[in-house]
């Protein structure tokens, strides 16, 4: 068996991190640990907003007996139930490494003020899947916007692999665009680089990207994402002050390179940053970063 990844910081050590952190929390600078696939925790001003967390080994155990083993690559970050410092978690949709039972029933126990936001288009199969009160996500859709404790999120339309919409005209797949004090972030839950993306994207002023590199290969036979010259281009074109690659490195079928996002990203004149799962990076208004890795 191959070695696992490690993870920088994991368990009782990150979540030390973590609090620590939030104790510090000030309005004019952030912290963000990558927790690997696309699940990242950023803590500003005292509160912890967690996307997309995937933190168990479902995946694997499910498909291991299948022609497509979910092979993991890199350490578990955290057990979710140490994870009792949270305020608002996401899911951009439905698939299991953003939408896993064994992630967030710990985490919504141990969190009980939890605010958790959705594609108001999957509340039945969320509700169904966590077996919570239908009522408890905060449903949204591309073009609204919501304020929750101090964050205000904006739905964007995700496209996995097409904009995908129920019958009320409701994305299926989103990511989100985060505005806190000084700061705007997007998290691109999955997505490939449909029309009018950049449109939407560019006037929020992002001070940073989290966007796919794993591509789209239909020899996977699932859905697909950015790959890392898209990646780096895209937070180009919308002049992302930082772009942070995300999706890699979880499943060995399914995973990319870091170095061919950093090369590209490089050519592009683009402000990168590549972290390891469990690392932390902080950011302030003004970055000069180029690089943490």
């Known amino acids: 068996m191959d ?6 910081l994991k368990d009782d050590a990150l979540k030390k991190e973590i609090v620590e952190s939030r104790k510090k929390g000030h309005p004019d600078a952030f912290d963000v640990w990558w927790l690997g696939q696309s699940g990242f925790l950023i803590q500003w001003n005292g ?5 997309d967390p995937y933190l168990s080994d479902s995946l694997t155990a499910k498909y291991a007996a299948t022609n497509k083993p979910h092979i993991r690559m890199s350490e578990r970050v955290i057990d979710p139930k140490l994870l009792d410092c949270i305020d ?7 698939h299991t490494d953003h939408l896993d039972t064994e992630t967030l029933e710990p985490i919504l126990k141990k969190n009980p003020g939890i605010s958790f936001i959705i594609p108001e288009a999957n509340r039945d199969f969320v509700a169904d899947r966590l077996q919570c009160n239908r009522n408890f996500p905060i449903g949204l859709n591309d073009g609204q916007t919501i304020t ?21 005209g409701r994305c299926r797949f989103m990511g989100y665009v985060v505005c806190f ?3 705007s972030v997007y998290h691109s839950g999955d ?4 029309p009018g993306l950049e449109t939407i994207l560019k006037p929020f002023n992002l001070d940073v990207a989290f966007l796919p590199i794993n591509g789209n290969d239909p020899s996977r036979g699932i859905a697909g994402n950015l790959n890392a010259h898209e990646a780096a281009q895209l937070a180009r074109e919308i002049n992302a002050r930082i772009a942070i690659p995300h999706h890699y490195h979880m499943f060995k079928f399914n995973t990319a390179d870091p170095n061919d996002f950093t090369a590209h990203a490089i050519n592009y004149e683009q402000n990168y940053v590549v972290l390891v799962p469990g690392q932390k990076w902080s950011c302030t208004p003004f970055i000069s970063t180029t690089d943490s890795s």
């Open 3 to 8: 070695r696992l990844i490690s993870a920088f």
């Open 47 to 51: 509160r912890c907003l967690l996307f």
């Open 88 to 94: 608002i978690v996401t899911s951009s949709h439905n």
């Open 148 to 168: 929750i404790k101090g964050f205000e999120f904006n739905g964007v339309p995700a496209a996995h692999n097409e904009v995908e919409r129920d019958s009320q």
């Open 181 to 183: 004090g000084k700061f």
């Open 191 to 194: 997505t490939l680089w449909f």
